[in-house]
């Protein structure tokens, strides 16, 4: 199993900048690929960005592109979501969310098996 552990949320100002990190931990040999989620209240969770673990590809929902950048740091098992020029149409709870096997898609929340508690992000304007 992979254990997964956000932190990084909380309020910030629309233009404003957020940093959020996962921790994995557990059999993190078996990773294929990481990605952050984000579910708004009455909506449906969606892809926010995700990367593949050993070659770095990363692929970013329309809305985030320019904005958030999604990297990892393999030493440490930790993926990081960088989030400037914040939107209050951010806000929503964030997730992250790992692959341990090969999928053709990194895009809908059924590609992943493991999942963290979630952090809130709050976008105020």
């Known amino acids: 199993q992979v254990q997964l552990a956000e932190s990084g949320g909380g309020l910030a100002q629309a233009g404003g900048s957020l940093r959020l990190s996962c921790a994995a931990s557990g059999r993190t040999f078996s990773l294929y690929g990481m990605g952050w989620f984000r579910q708004a209240p009455g909506k449906e969770r969606e892809l926010v960005a995700a990367i593949s673990w050993s070659s770095g590809r990363t692929n970013y929902a329309e809305s985030v592109k320019g904005r958030f950048t999604i990297s990892k740091d393999l030493a440490q098992n930790t993926l990081y979501l960088q989030m400037n020029t914040l939107k209050p149409e951010d806000t929503a709870v964030y997730y992250c969310?790992?692959?341990?096997?090969?999928?053709?898609?990194?895009?809908?929340?059924?590609?992943?098996?493991?999942w963290g508690q979630g952090t809130q992000v709050t976008v105020s304007s």
């Open positions: 969310a790992a692959q341990t096997r090969f999928r053709v898609s990194q895009v809908g929340a059924t590609d992943y098996d493991y």
